[in-house]
């Protein structure tokens, strides 16, 4: 099976600017969950979707919104982009998000904010 | 909320030889799923072991093992003959039986191969 795929895996972008980055789960997988990792804070926990919902959300502002796809590929959305969201963005996908799975990452995007 | 605490930023250790990485974790929950990832330069996560707190076992993976003490809430990993590819940042994650798929991550442990 092909493992988890992210795009873009490099963006740059300006302050007040908005992304969309993208997560194709491993074919099968229909839990997604998204973490932050950057030097200071390490990796941090955005959301989680599982069949379309977000199922659970970590300590994030509002700027941050992710949705699910019937396919179950995901996207995260990071609007009004700030210099502090500069971050590897990792996106890991799940057979059910059940506490018994294991998760797989995928290789991040790395997003710049100038 | 959890909280896990690797308290080696960088460690280092000779190729063959057996280094330890340190883990602790804050928690009252009785039931919670260990795990350890690698990171590799290339940035890619891939679970190295984990560990369910219900088992008393400590798991093994080839050479890899843990030290798993539940009462004193730590989770040390054991790799034995070090290899040059075991150079990577090493992330401790705890994930609760309660808060579905949200992993606690430590800040990660450095692990440089000395040839």
């Known amino acids: 099976k092909a493992g988890v795929t992210q795009t873009p895996r490099y963006l740059i972008k300006t302050r007040g600017q908005q992304v969309t980055l993208s997560c194709s789960p491993i074919s099968g997988h229909r839990s997604v969950s998204w973490y932050q990792q950057t030097p200071g804070q390490g990796l941090q926990f955005l959301f989680e979707?599982?069949?379309?919902?977000?199922?659970n959300k970590g300590n994030f502002p509002g700027r941050f919104s992710g949705r699910q796809f019937s396919n179950s590929r995901s996207e995260m959305n990071v609007s009004t982009l700030e210099l502090g969201d500069s971050a590897l963005y990792l996106c890991?996908?799940?057979?059910?998000?059940?506490?018994?799975?294991?998760?797989?990452f995928g290789p991040g995007t790395r997003l710049t904010v100038l | 909320a959890q909280t896990v605490t690797q308290s080696q930023p960088e460690m280092s250790v000779q190729e063959a030889e057996t280094v330890t990485l340190s883990c602790t974790y804050d928690t009252s929950e009785s039931d919670y799923y260990l795990f350890w990832y690698k990171q590799p330069p290339s940035r890619q996560m891939i679970l190295v072991i984990r560990?369910?707190?219900?088992?008393?076992q400590n798991a093994t993976e080839n050479r890899f093992s843990v030290n798993f003490q539940k009462a004193a809430k730590s989770f040390s990993l054991k790799i034995s003959d070090s290899q040059l590819g075991d150079a990577a940042m090493y992330f401790c994650?705890?994930?609760?039986?309660?808060?579905?798929?949200?992993?606690?991550f430590g800040t990660g442990t450095s692990l440089t191969v000395i040839p």
């Open positions: 560990q369910e707190a219900y088992k008393q």
């Open positions: 994650a705890y994930r609760s039986s309660n808060t579905g798929n949200q992993f606690y």
């Open positions: 890991a996908s799940s057979p059910s998000g059940q506490t018994t799975d294991t998760q797989y």
């Open positions: 979707y599982f069949s379309e919902t977000q199922r």
